[in-house]
């Protein structure tokens, strides 16, 4: 096979991995769903007060919210080395780590998300899955990373 296949194919595999990891946002919003449909209704889509968007238990929301604030920023660093070195080191397999990586540690936010409201009923849970999915869009597979990573060392495009 020609390497510009080998290159398509592979690039094919991230996007795939990203899309499947990309619609586990929408399943855990599907499943809140149907375990705790009281939550998701319109009335929570407009928040009256921060002592409503809180919750009943704000000390505990507000550590979930650092702690996937501080996983997003994480997810974004990492999936950047990543490909940085990927480049660097001329390595295609460092950029299926750095995707896979930054992705699951966006997804940390989802589920972050998920834990308040099956647990502590938070009706503003979304907000999680939002942040979740958006790194996770982030995180697309670029074929131009991939390209940069096949090229030998005095190579041109």
Not at 3 to 13: A, C, G, P, S, V
Request: charged residues 15%; proline residues 3%.
């Amino acid at each position: 096979m020609s390497e510009n296949k080998l290159i398509k194919i592979e690039y094919q595999t991230l996007v795939a991995i990203w899309f499947a990891l990309l619609m586990s946002q929408v399943l855990f919003f599907v499943l809140i769903w149907f375990v705790k449909p009281e939550l998701v209704s319109m009335r929570y889509f407009s928040a009256a007060s921060l002592r409503e968007v809180l919750g009943a238990q704000p000390l505990i929301t507000l550590v979930f919210a650092g702690s996937a604030l501080i996983f997003f920023v994480l997810s974004q660093a990492i999936a950047r080395q990543h490909m940085r070195r990927a480049i660097r080191d001329h390595d295609a397999g460092c950029i299926q780590t750095g995707l896979v990586i930054g992705c699951a540690l966006s997804e940390i936010s989802s589920i972050l998300g998920v834990i308040l409201a099956l647990l502590f009923n938070y009706p503003y849970f979304y907000l999680w899955i939002a942040l979740g999915a958006l790194g996770i869009l982030m995180n697309f597979p670029r074929r131009s990373n991939l390209d940069a990573a096949t090229l030998e060392p005095g190579d041109f495009v």
